[in-house]
């Protein structure tokens, strides 16, 4: 019984070692799951301060520009609540 018990003892060692080496770690958060749309949101929102705060008026397209980086944001807003149902 003894001979048979190390003969197993290694594969058992080394089976639980693999499980225990390829576990994920409990602390780990999940991953973002649109990270670019995220992105996008933050650039847009930066780009319309920058517009709303610049002096210049970018040849008339400046209010234009911020009306349709709005409606984007608003999009991207619903794009991203859609997925979270």
């Known amino acids: ?3 048979q018990f190390l ?3 290694p594969w058992v060692v080394l089976m639980v070692m693999g499980v225990i080496g390829t576990s994920r770690p409990a602390n780990t958060e999940p991953q973002e ?3 670019r749309i995220r992105a996008a949101v933050e650039a847009l ?3 319309n301060e920058y517009m709303r705060t ?3 008026d970018f040849c008339g397209h400046r209010v234009e520009a911020m009306r349709d ?3 984007a ?3 991207l807003r619903l794009a991203q609540e859609c997925d979270r149902r």
């Open 69 to 71: 980086t709005d409606a």
């Open 33 to 35: 799951r649109h990270p």
């Open 73 to 75: 944001l608003r999009q």
């Open 45 to 47: 929102r930066d780009a």
């Open 7 to 9: 003969r197993f003892a």
């Open 54 to 56: 610049a002096a210049h």
């Open 1 to 3: 019984m003894k001979r």
